[in-house]
């Protein structure tokens, strides 16, 4: 059996940013992901690391979320994008709540590097964004940053790595045994190697995100959230090019914002019983997003849904007030009060504020443990954020385009000359595998060898494979084929991941079919039910492996 200071439970934001703390801070680490690293809730959101605006009626989560927007541009400035907004106006009525966020929002605009709020005449709102309704009467102008969540996952995990931690991912937890009123060892399931192991340490954190209360049960102890569903609907193309923030049928706030080649229409804020291991957007939430930015965007049914998705924000268990009500700030809990020293779990939070977590529960497990050191992870940049990287001259280098060094870039930063070196002795690996990102065959094979993905649909996660317009129709075969030989997989392998990415795409898919979304459906499944035979009902998944064998 081995032996840990700390055991982190869940790879999200949350996990990612406490086992990178943890490991910086000197601690024996090993953080614990059933799946992939980022492949749940985090993997679902808008990436907005905004100043919190939204929630005015906390003004110390507006500071502390404008706090960390400076810290992430510190030492990620590299995945981090700056867009423009525009909350377009069609009614006096809707002028009533601009006044008070535009003078939070100035208050704080200097620290964050942003211009103060402006107020538009709809010429100018045109001007910026023709495809903005005619009739608007005016427009506010103000800009957030946004960040790459897998991006940032990813780069916490192999920080956290570099400084000695142990990432494991496709190792689920199925018990945590307390022994006189302490953890005192944790089982887990490999599901690649199909092993039960045990591991013994003192304090465990539980960063399982909505999976958090049955993680805690494990220990016999008990978190509490107030589960949130949040679906995005993700078009074809970028419909607008600046973000747009609008009041939805029901008077709340939606928006749509540009993201990579495509744009993002959300967010739906739901309770919700369902699952989160199988949840899915509604057609009425489709609907209801689609309608609202209807009256501020008007072309918007021209573009094509390529895909949707859902996850369950795990807000602090806050009830009998409306869900816009409930803080977005984030609680910890110390499971001592129930007799369970060195359990900590969290409630609420958001992915802008993963780093502030961690930093806060990281200073109770090395209270716990009596270890001294400070945090520093608003100090040290992540990998790749070391200097400004100069596309031009990359491109000509290399003989690589300006547009697929530049994506290359925005994943990487400094980071991608690693890629770009295995290009020298093997220049072949220039050819563009994903050709709506575009992806290089270096950078899959770079992140076969050194980002741990195991399947197709983690280097989806890792290089953005697949998720653009054609939802892996093209690239599917091609980086199958890279993957199988980098991991020396059988052919049975081979098939079973094939399914399983085109399950997944299928998952975010279906509630959405429209029009040309139809047609391109059946392109990719003659592709690969008729043309290669390959057929969804032979994939057999069981949840839980380990029962019968504890
Ligand atoms: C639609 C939507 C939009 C959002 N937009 C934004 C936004 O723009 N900006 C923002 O700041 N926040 C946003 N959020 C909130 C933000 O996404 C979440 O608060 C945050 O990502 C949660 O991250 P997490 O790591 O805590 O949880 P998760 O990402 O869910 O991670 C928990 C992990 O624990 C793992 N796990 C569960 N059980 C076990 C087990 N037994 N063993 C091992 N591992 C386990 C899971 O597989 C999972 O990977 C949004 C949320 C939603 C739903």
Redesign the pocket.
């Known amino acids: 059996m081995t032996k840990s200071d700390v055991v982190v439970?869940?790879?999200?934001?949350?996990?990612?940013?406490v086992a990178r703390d943890c490991a910086l801070r000197g601690l024996k680490t090993l953080m614990?992901?059933?799946?992939?690293?980022?492949?749940?809730?985090?993997?679902?959101?808008?990436?907005?690391?905004?100043s919190g605006l939204k929630y005015m009626d906390e003004p110390h989560i507006v500071d502390m979320?404008s706090q960390e927007v400076v810290h992430l541009n510190r030492i990620a400035r590299h995945i981090v994008m700056k867009n423009p907004i525009l909350t377009p106006m069609l009614e006096l009525s809707d002028l009533s709540s601009g006044g008070s966020f535009a003078e939070e929002y100035s208050k704080r605009a200097a620290k964050r590097e942003v211009p103060p709020v402006l107020f538009l005449t709809p010429e100018d709102s045109l001007k910026i964004e023709p495809k903005l309704n005619p009739n608007i009467i005016a427009s506010m102008y103000f800009e957030e940053f946004?960040i790459d969540?897998f991006r940032l996952?990813m780069l916490q995990a192999i920080d956290a790595q570099r400084a000695g931690a142990l990432i494991r991912t496709y190792?689920?937890?199925?018990d945590i045994t307390v022994k006189d009123d302490s953890v005192d060892e944790v089982l887990?399931y490999d599901r690649v190697k199909g092993d039960i192991e045990r591991v013994k340490t003192k304090t465990v954190v539980n960063?399982?995100?909505?999976?958090?209360p049955?993680?805690a049960k494990?220990a016999e102890s008990n978190v509490e959230i107030r589960p949130?569903?949040?679906?995005?609907v993700i078009l074809d193309r970028r419909v607008v090019n600046v973000g747009i923030i609008a009041k939805a049928v029901d008077g709340r706030m939606i928006y749509l914002f540009p993201h990579e080649n495509t744009v993002l229409l959300?967010?739906?804020?739901l309770d919700t019983w369902e699952d989160?291991d199988t949840l899915v957007a509604s057609h009425d939430e489709i609907e209801y997003l689609l309608q609202s930015m209807e009256w501020v965007v008007p072309s918007i049914r021209e573009a094509r849904i390529i895909r949707t998705?859902?996850?369950?924000?795990?807000l602090v268990a806050n009830w009998k007030v409306p869900e816009d009500k409930v803080t977005r700030g984030y609680e910890t809990i110390d499971h001592e009060f129930e007799d369970v020293r060195g359990l900590f779990s969290?409630t609420?939070?958001?992915?802008?504020?993963?780093r502030h977590?961690a930093e806060t529960v990281t200073d109770l497990v090395c209270e716990k443990l009596g270890v001294k050191h400070k945090c520093t992870t608003h100090e040290i940049p992540l990998p790749g954020m070391e200097a400004d990287v100069d596309i031009l001259a990359f491109s000509a280098d290399y003989g690589i385009s300006q547009h697929a060094v530049e994506r290359l870039r925005a994943r990487r930063g400094t980071e991608m000359t690693r890629v770009l070196e295995l290009t020298r002795e093997n220049p072949d690996w220039r050819t563009t595998i994903c050709a709506c990102e575009p992806v290089l065959e270096a950078e899959i094979r770079y992140s076969i060898r050194e980002e741990f993905p195991q399947n197709l649909n983690d280097l989806r996660r890792r290089v953005r494979l697949g998720t653009g317009p054609c939802q892996g129709t093209f690239c599917t075969y091609k980086a199958s084929a890279i993957l199988m030989e980098e991991l020396d997989l059988s052919g049975e392998g081979f098939k079973v991941d094939i399914l399983d990415f085109l399950a997944e795409r299928w998952k975010g898919k279906r509630q959405s079919f429209r029009r040309e979304q139809l047609v391109q459906e059946e392109v990719t499944q003659g592709m690969y039910t008729c043309v290669a035979n390959l057929d969804q009902s032979e994939i057999e998944y069981d949840p839980k492996p380990w029962e019968g064998s504890i």
Do not use: Q, Y
């Not at 439970?9 to 940013?17: H, L």
């Not at 190792?171 to 199925?174: A, G, L, Q, R």
């Not at 959300?266 to 804020?269: E, I, M, S, V």
């Open positions: 439970v869940g790879g999200g934001s949350t996990g990612t940013a614990l992901e059933r799946d992939d690293i980022a492949s749940a809730t985090v993997g679902t959101c808008a990436g907005m690391i905004s979320c946004f969540p996952c190792c689920e937890v199925i887990f960063a399982g995100g909505p999976w958090a049955g993680i494990m949130n569903k949040g679906a995005h959300g967010t739906t804020a989160p998705m859902a996850g369950v924000r795990p969290f609420g939070g958001k992915l802008v504020m993963c977590m």
